[in-house]
């Protein structure tokens, strides 16, 4: 049977480690030119998402110029700083051994369902030597939408997959919820800040306190 993988990548399969707020920080110093004090809630949101309520939380006003302007500036910071993203951040354990232990398998295609804007999701994944296991052309990204359930459906349009065939993999609540709100399997991960009680108490499918079991993740997968 065919078998779509879903990835979240903040937390997921990567972290950054605090160099993608600083680059968060710059893109929107850049695009508005004004310094950022604060930003809103990243837990499970979208790029207009956090740039919308970040846009709020300074006097400011939204449009969808402003917000394709800063993924452009937001990319461009990633690919800037690549260096640091890879000596600093990391990929979590076990999440590239997985990758590769499921693109040797037949049947098995591997996405991301993620609030980054793309060309920051690829730096990501590239920095960690993951880009290799995953098609982005099929991916869903922050561009797509504002919510986490219509970049799931937009994930299986592209890919071509039923909700049956899929299963997504995520750290936080708002990505379990928004994963079975479109029929689709979730595994979630406790390598973010939910645990995993919480994850959980969402309706994740399975829950794993990590990736660093390749063959206990690869049962739960394809199961």
């Known amino acids: ?68 302007r800063f993924a452009q500036a937001l990319g461009a910071a990633h690919v800037r700083r690549a260096a640091d993203l890879r000596e600093r951040g990391r990929a979590l354990p076990g999440a590239s051994p997985l990758l590769a232990a499921l693109a040797a398998r037949d049947g098995v295609t ?31 990204f922050g561009e797509d939408a504002d919510e986490r359930p219509q970049l799931v459906r937009t994930a299986l349009r592209r890919a071509q997959m039923r909700p049956d065939d899929a299963v997504l993999v995520v750290d936080t609540p708002y990505d379990v919820e928004g994963g079975l709100s479109c029929g689709v399997r979730v595994i979630g991960v406790a390598t973010g800040r939910t645990d995993a009680d919480d994850l959980r108490a969402a309706g994740a499918t399975e829950v794993v306190e990590d990736l660093a079991d390749t063959e206990k993740m690869l049962k739960l997968l394809t199961k």
Request: charged share 25%.
């Open 1 to 68: 049977m065919p078998l779509l993988v879903l990835w979240d990548i903040d937390h997921t399969l990567v972290d950054t480690r605090g160099v993608g707020r600083e680059l968060w920080a710059e893109a929107f110093e850049e695009v508005t030119g004004r310094p950022m004090r604060e930003q809103a809630k990243i837990d499970g949101s979208t790029e207009p998402v956090i740039l919308r309520e970040t846009l709020r939380l300074h006097g400011l006003h939204d449009s969808r110029d402003l917000f394709e």
């Open 110 to 140: 591997q996405t991301v369902m993620t609030g980054n804007v793309r060309a920051a999701a690829e730096v990501k994944l590239a920095a960690f030597g993951l880009d290799h296991y995953i098609g982005l052309s099929i991916g869903a």
